[in-house]
């Protein structure tokens, strides 16, 4: 049962930075797409990030580009969200999930398990 295990978030002043961690507990597969959804209530999960683990290659929402980028450290089973710059609009839960897929698609029905989130809150 793959489970993922989110860290970071809280509450910040408008303009400063934070950073979100997610990392895979089972390691089933190789490589996996991880990524990155928020969401706000009334609203529908949106795509901030993904990152293809077996080539590195990343997503970035156009909403986020120049201000948050996805990484992933060296174990190749942990992804890193870093938000710099931080707007009150970003405030939302933010949502970690995985796919088995050897691509990533910024699409949430593309993704096979998902954490329990952590808020992020800018004001």
């Known amino acids: 049962h793959v489970q993922l295990v989110e860290s970071g978030g809280g509450s910040v002043q408008a303009g400063e930075s934070l950073w979100l961690t997610c990392e895979i507990s089972l390691y089933i597969y190789s490589s996996y797409c991880m990524g990155w959804f928020r969401q706000t209530p009334g609203k529908e999960r949106a795509a901030v990030a993904a990152h293809y683990t077996g080539t590195a290659t990343t997503y970035v929402a156009d909403s986020v580009k120049g201000r948050f980028t996805i990484s992933r450290d060296n174990t190749n089973h942990t992804i890193i969200l870093q938000m710099n710059g931080l707007k009150p609009e970003d405030t939302a839960m933010y949502y970690c999930?995985?796919?088995?897929?050897?691509?990533?698609?910024?699409?949430?029905?593309?993704?096979?398990?998902w954490g329990q989130g952590t808020q992020v809150t800018v004001s």
């Open positions: 999930a995985a796919s088995k897929l050897n691509y990533c698609v910024l699409e949430s029905s593309f993704f096979q398990w």
